[in-house]
């Protein structure tokens, strides 16, 4: 069974700052891809950024240049390096990863989420 453990959200300000964490833990062989969606309250989940076990980012276009994505493949851990932030931010954030547990078999994982809200 593979987990995924969320941390960093909270309330900040217009222009603050926030630096999400994503731990995975578990029966891990390796890690496809890690990275975060987001949900605000009555919109679909969106896809925010995601980082594959090569480096390779990707980023919605309404965070680009903004946030920042990164890993430390060591810990199996995604970071979301989030400055700039905008009201229209606020979401509840969950990280997903595609986690294979073995050579063959492979799993998509979902973490429960951290609230992020940005107001004044």
């Known amino acids: 069974q593979v987990q995924l453990v969320e941390s960093g959200g909270g309330l900040v300000q217009p222009g603050g700052s926030l630096r999400l964490s994503c731990a995975a833990s578990?029966?891990?062989?390796?890690?496809?891809?890690m990275g975060w969606y987001r949900q605000a309250p009555g919109k679909e989940r969106e896809s925010v950024a995601f980082?594959?076990?090569?480096?390779?980012?990707n980023y919605d276009n309404s965070v680009k240049g903004r946030f920042t994505i990164s890993r430390d493949s060591a810990k199996n851990t995604v970071y979301l390096q989030m400055n700039t932030l905008k009201p229209e931010d606020t979401a509840h954030y969950f990280c997903?990863?595609?986690?294979?547990?073995?050579?063959?078999?492979?799993?998509?994982?979902w973490g429960q989420g951290t609230q992020v809200t940005v107001s004044s």
């Open positions: 980082i594959s076990s090569s480096d390779s980012t």
């Open positions: 997903n990863a595609l986690v294979a547990l073995t050579t063959r078999e492979y799993r998509e994982v």
């Open positions: 578990g029966n891990i062989f390796s890690i496809s891809y």
